[in-house]
């Protein structure tokens, strides 16, 4: 009789501790890092807990994106003002709603903890630094090392001690997942143009115009005098404008209502200038291309698809046959050239992939032939020209000039 009372005493006790358990479960009192109430983790682009109101800040895309494969390991870009940083990929969180940087940001590195990257198996935390956008918005995660590891799959978290401006908890954890490319893989930040990109043309020497051009974006030049531009007229790029360094514009017809030449307009070009060269330093300094993308071709390039990254040329490059540059909206191309670049063929943008983010660094005189419908940002050191029917989506920068002979020039989507 004792052993059979000490048995039901047992289960009773089981029973107990089972249902203490499932009333701490549905109350929310497990520890999901979220701190106190926090409930199940959501994935980015959930609405959060059932029933939550639509008020509730809470994360709604992530870059890596949720379950993402085939990762860079590695990111190049401007970090805290500097350019060409390396560092391991960074990772983001866009918010659906302006939040407060006091409950997100880590200052010094890792005294904050409410977005964090682990390894998933492991569970070794990333070491890592959080910054938020302007806006507030958008929140970056940026490792300490120079690259996270290959092959492996990382967690994300964001806890509920996040809070938009007004004061209000994201009412569920947010957990996403990813992982890395089997190698290690870097992936190219866009060159920053600064205040150059308000341009479409911007040269140090002037702009030779052949009438007409379409040009859609402004076009400056400096230092040279505004009389370099006299050949456009107000029409060919309203309802934009012309910006030089002085009041010497008379332009092609009696129309100057389009040209900026007082002192704040000179400031305005001559930083952009300044902008543009700064480029072209970050252009060059971009790690150089290796193996196939090195030397491509010989020089030579024959009619094939690029996979993004670093180009780089040490002779001058001939574009023979229409090149595909097939990517998503944030992958980056840059071109590093030692010398010309000639083409008359198309340079074709594929899948997302956006003109803003393919860069041209030349060193030696580009000349776009009559048939070349031509895709990027064109940073050079020397003349580009364009020869009758050439057309451009992107932009033409230049240490000296730019000629244009009826061309249509359009400036990237932002």
Known sequence: MRSFSNSSAVRRVCLMAALVSALLAGCGGGDDGGGAGATAPVAPGAAGTPGAASVDPTVGSASPANTATNVPTSTTGTVGGVNNVTTGTRLSATFTQAMNPATIVSSPAGTLLTFTVKETVSGINVPGTVAMNAASTIATFTPTAASLSANTQYTATISTAAKSAGGTAMPSLLVWKFTTNTTPLTVQAPINLGSAENFVILTKAGVTNVPLSVITGNIGTSPIAAAALNTFTCAQVAPSSIYGVDAAYTGADANTSCFKGTAPDKTLVDTAVSDMQ?????????????????????????????????????????????????????????????????TDKKIILAGTALAKNVFWRTAGNVQLQA???FTGVILGDVTVALITGATVKGRLYSKTDTTLQQNTITQPAP
């Open 278 to 342: 700064t480029a072209m330093v970050e252009a060059s300094g971009r790690t150089a291309g290796v193996g196939p993308f090195l030397n491509l071709g010989g020089g030579t390039v024959t009619a094939q698809t690029l996979a993004p990254g670093v180009y780089t040329w040490g002779v001058p490059v001939t574009i023979t046959g229409d090149i595909t540059l097939s990517g998503t909206a944030t992958d980056v191309w840059i071109f590093q050239l030692a010398s010309t670049l000639t």
């Open 371 to 373: 048939t070349a419908d």
